[in-house]
């Protein structure tokens, strides 16, 4: 998946997304209408992030609330792919 990117690599996308900083991951909630909604863009999530082969926890919360995280694991940290999965999340609203 790539190498860890450094703190102001780091704070430098997270300046420019939705997206915030939770340890070694980025992470972004939503909410729904209802579960059906939230569930279906679970979906959508899902169905990109195996096209591009990188996989995140998605957890779905509450009725109408989900959450992605995305991290490297095989880095060890953020990397570019975390950042270019969540810009490709962020198309699917």
Do not use: C, Y
Not at 4 to 28: C, F, K, P, Y
Not at 30 to 51: G, I, L, Y
Not at 68 to 88: K, M
């Amino acid at each position: 998946m790539g190498e860890r990117l450094d703190e102001d690599q780091i704070n430098s996308a997270l300046e420019q997304s939705s997206w915030r900083r939770d340890g070694n991951a980025i992470v972004r909630d939503w909410e729904f209408k209802d579960f059906a909604e939230a569930w279906s863009f679970a979906d959508q999530v899902a169905t990109t992030a195996e096209a591009l082969n990188h996989h995140p926890d998605i957890l779905a919360h509450g009725w109408n609330r989900l959450r992605v995280t995305i991290t490297s694991h095989s880095a060890g940290g953020i990397t570019a792919a975390d950042f270019s999965l969540a810009a490709a999340v962020d198309l699917l609203t």
